[in-house]
């Protein structure tokens, strides 16, 4: 059997083909592509269109290695969703979460529910992006004319397949899910002017979705696809690839966003927990995933477009290795990140509100964007073991910032942890090993981690001793400076 993953995120999607030979995974990158918001009318919007044609042209591909029929999973980023009339038609192009219509909407529906209310429903941190405050600011007009509304890689299933799910773990990042029934919370539907009815069934990962209606396509040449629904929220999907035993580790998801956390069976609801902004999302196999979201990669990739240089990310990290660690401590949580005109310039100008020393070459300016995040990654890994009681001894690092051996080897330094950095397409295998899940190729979970130890290249960093407490210090200093200046 062959299996099709279709891994989209923020920066870019690829499609891959992996299967099971003697326990091993072979997996093949076949396609990839950038993806990126388009802003417009002062909006930013993804163009789902081509993201659709992006899928089409790797299904195109799956044939023209010779297979002509495979199963198919689609994950995706997380709280974006598309609106259709009652006829299936998308309403008005899907809205990133990067638009910054939601800066203030927090406040706004604090004022109708508590974020105490919002958090012991729902267990999931306060972000100006999450879905229920994308809804808070929808045009009600718009929502009146809704028939469906349904997240980006449960939208992808529903045009391959005219099959409509809500598919759960994604669906737990819309603050909307309540984490003990598990189902949508009616007095929160209600606070955004919507209903349960305008949502599809909720389902599991590892459930059949449909088959590709390969008539709907005449210009491809497709092979035979069973959809299967996968954990569609990328960051679950990567966590079942994550290669940890037992439960004395703590995971980073290292993409455009960061999410470092931990594996639970129950939620934590905790003042602590709420207070420290975790969140409690569903994972694979009725788990949950309790984590903090974290800027990432997008800073970085930010900086990158707008130099005027031709540097690749592992050139920038080389540039960064020539120059001084820790001489700037910049929050890059901040809003003030998010979606900034200009990210150096925004970085710049946070140094000189602190009087800091301003990055201006490449190598300073990436120095300093990985120094603050392997600092940010320490802070929450002691606030992981703080609030889950719970001690961590290995932290595996996923996802395409498993590659960086710069910041690897800092956030071992400050976190004191040992790091083990792999596998890199951890959603896309992740992704893959559901479908294996749900065809009865692999048992579960725990002997799918298993197959990607025994498959996968996995590189460990050892921390050094540095004086991290300082150093810790004096960024949560500068952190509290620069709030005392807004």
């Given at each position: 059997?062959?299996?099709?993953?279709?891994?989209?995120?923020?920066?870019?999607?690829?499609?891959?083909?992996?299967?099971?030979?003697?326990?091993?995974?072979?997996?093949?990158?076949?396609?990839?592509?950038?993806?990126?918001?388009?802003?417009?009318?002062?909006?930013?919007?993804?163009?789902?269109?081509?993201?659709?044609?992006?899928?089409?042209?790797?299904?195109?591909?799956?044939?023209?290695?010779?297979?002509?029929?495979?199963?198919?999973?689609?994950?995706?980023?997380?709280?974006?969703?598309?609106?259709?009339?009652?006829?299936?038609?998308?309403?008005?192009?899907?809205?990133?979460?990067?638009?910054?219509?939601?800066?203030?909407?927090?406040?706004?529906?604090?004022?109708?529910?508590?974020?105490?209310?919002?958090?012991?429903?729902?267990?999931?941190?306060?972000?100006?992006?999450?879905?229920?405050?994308?809804?808070?600011?929808?045009?009600?007009?718009?929502?009146?004319?809704?028939?469906?509304?349904?997240?980006?890689?449960?939208?992808?299933?529903?045009?391959?397949?005219?099959?409509?799910?809500?598919?759960?773990?994604?669906?737990?990042?819309?603050?909307?899910?309540?984490?003990?029934?598990?189902?949508?919370?009616?007095?929160?539907?209600?606070?955004?002017?919507?209903?349960?009815?305008?949502?599809?069934?909720?389902?599991?990962?590892?459930?059949?979705?449909?088959?590709?209606?390969?008539?709907?396509?005449?210009?491809?040449?497709?092979?035979?696809?069973?959809?299967?629904?996968?954990?569609?929220?990328?960051?679950?999907?990567?966590?079942?690839?994550?290669?940890?035993?037992?439960?004395?580790?703590?995971?980073?998801?290292?993409?455009?966003?960061?999410?470092?956390?931990?594996?639970?069976?129950?939620?934590?609801?905790?003042?602590?927990?709420?207070?420290?902004?975790?969140?409690?999302?569903?994972?694979?196999?009725?788990?949950?995933?309790?984590?903090?979201?974290?800027?990432?990669?997008?800073?970085?990739?930010?900086?990158?477009?707008?130099?005027?240089?031709?540097?690749?990310?592992?050139?920038?990290?080389?540039?960064?290795?020539?120059?001084?660690?820790?001489?700037?401590?910049?929050?890059?949580?901040?809003?003030?990140?998010?979606?900034?005109?200009?990210?150096?310039?925004?970085?710049?100008?946070?140094c000189r509100e602190t009087r800091q020393k301003i990055p201006r070459?490449?190598?300073?300016?990436?120095?300093?964007?990985?120094?603050?995040?392997?600092?940010?990654?320490?802070?929450?890994?002691?606030?992981?073991?703080?609030?889950?009681?719970?001690?961590?001894?290995?932290?595996?690092?996923?996802?395409?910032?498993?590659?960086?051996?710069?910041?690897?080897?800092?956030?071992?330094?400050?976190?004191?942890?040992?790091?083990?950095?792999?596998?890199?397409?951890?959603?896309?295998?992740?992704?893959?090993?559901?479908?294996?899940?749900?065809?009865?190729?692999?048992?579960?979970?725990?002997?799918?981690?298993?197959?990607?130890?025994?498959?996968?290249?996995?590189?460990?960093?050892?921390?050094?001793?540095?004086?991290?407490?300082?150093?810790?210090?004096?960024?949560?200093?500068?952190?509290?400076?620069?709030?005392?200046?807004?």
């Amino acid at each position: 059997m062959i299996y099709t993953a279709i891994d989209i995120g923020a920066s870019s999607g690829r499609v891959m083909v992996g299967e099971l030979k003697e326990g091993k995974l072979e997996v093949q990158e076949i396609h990839r592509f950038a993806n990126r918001f388009i802003q417009r009318d002062g909006h930013c919007y993804w163009d789902i269109d081509r993201l659709l044609k992006q899928i089409l042209q790797g299904l195109q591909k799956v044939k023209e290695l010779g297979y002509e029929r495979c199963t198919v999973g689609i994950d995706t980023w997380a709280v974006d969703y598309a609106l259709l009339d009652e006829k299936g038609n998308r309403l008005r192009e899907v809205m990133s979460y990067r638009d910054r219509r939601t800066d203030h909407t927090i406040g706004k529906l604090e004022q109708t529910l508590s974020k105490d209310t919002i958090y012991r429903k729902t267990g999931i941190q306060f972000q100006p992006f999450n879905t229920i405050y994308q809804l808070y600011e929808e045009d009600r007009e718009l929502l009146k004319t809704t028939d469906k509304m349904m997240l980006v890689p449960d939208y992808l299933g529903y045009c391959l397949t005219g099959k409509a799910v809500t598919e759960i773990t994604n669906a737990s990042t819309t603050q909307l899910l309540n984490v003990s029934t598990g189902k949508l919370d009616l007095e929160l539907l209600k606070a955004v002017s919507v209903h349960e009815h305008q949502f599809a069934p909720l389902t599991e990962p590892g459930c059949e979705l449909g088959m590709l209606r390969n008539d709907w396509f005449p210009d491809y040449d497709l092979p035979a696809c069973k959809v299967i629904t996968v954990a569609t929220h990328d960051t679950a999907s990567a966590v079942i690839a994550a290669p940890g035993v037992s439960d004395s580790w703590a995971y980073i998801s290292s993409g455009t966003w960061s999410l470092i956390g931990v594996e639970n069976k129950t939620p934590i609801l905790t003042q602590q927990a709420l207070k420290n902004n975790y969140t409690n999302e569903r994972g694979a196999n009725s788990t949950i995933r309790f984590l903090k979201n974290i800027i990432g990669m997008w800073v970085i990739q930010e900086v990158k477009q707008q130099l005027q240089t031709n540097y690749s990310f592992q050139q920038l990290a080389e540039e960064g290795l020539k120059t001084e660690p820790f001489q700037q401590f910049i929050n890059l949580n901040d809003e003030r990140f998010l979606n900034p005109d200009s990210m150096i310039e925004e970085i710049q100008h946070y140094c000189r509100e602190t009087r800091q020393k301003i990055p201006r070459t490449a190598g300073e300016l990436a120095c300093c964007i990985y120094t603050n995040l392997a600092i940010i990654y320490a802070i929450a890994i002691k606030e992981l073991e703080t609030i889950t009681e719970k001690p961590i001894q290995k932290l595996h690092i996923i996802g395409g910032g498993a590659r960086n051996d710069f910041l690897n080897q800092l956030t071992a330094n400050m976190s004191g942890k040992a790091v083990y950095a792999g596998p890199i397409e951890a959603t896309a295998i992740g992704n893959l090993l559901m479908q294996m899940i749900a065809a009865k190729e692999v048992k579960d979970i725990t002997a799918a981690r298993q197959a990607v130890r025994d498959s996968l290249p996995i590189k460990v960093f050892t921390p050094k001793d540095i004086d991290r407490s300082t150093i810790i210090q004096s960024f949560q200093q500068t952190v509290l400076k620069a709030l005392s200046k807004r």
